[in-house]
């Protein structure tokens, strides 16, 4: 049996955790959540629901399948959401008439009316940028994401 002494592994290069772009976005993820935390807690939401919300906002009667797609979300985990919104009364589900294989979600008065509360609360002035590079980063974030997601598929 071949014995390995500890000068025989390859050096590995050692970064600090802060020099990590991953842990740089996932730690920022977590800021924002505690930034939206008072304005979830008056609404009554989590996050993922805040932002499914948001995206009926965008484009009411999506169906199931292009919610989950623009929230890149599976449809285990958007399923249980949004019966959770339908019981509090924010969005209907119901099936496509033209298509009874699809569920097309749309929200409720109240769901609508959600916006004029939440609107009012702008994080951009906490995050300490100027519009300008606030849409900077913004394009550049879903840029990253855009060329993630490419080179898994890539490699799928």
Known sequence: MLQMKSSDLPATVSFPLSDYLCFAVYSTNL??????????????LTYPQYITIIALWEQDNQTV????????????????????????????????????????????KSGRRLSERSLKKDLTKATGLTLDDFAKLQKAVVALRGNLIKSIEYHD
């Open 65 to 108: 399948s292009e919610l989950g797609e623009k929230l890149f979300l599976e449809s285990n985990t958007l399923t249980p959401m949004l019966k959770k919104l339908e019981a509090m009364g924010y969005l209907e589900r119901r099936r496509d008439p033209e298509d009874e294989r699809q569920v097309r979600v749309s929200l409720t």
């Open 31 to 44: 800021a924002f959540g505690k930034a939206y935390k008072p304005i979830l807690e008056e609404l009554g």
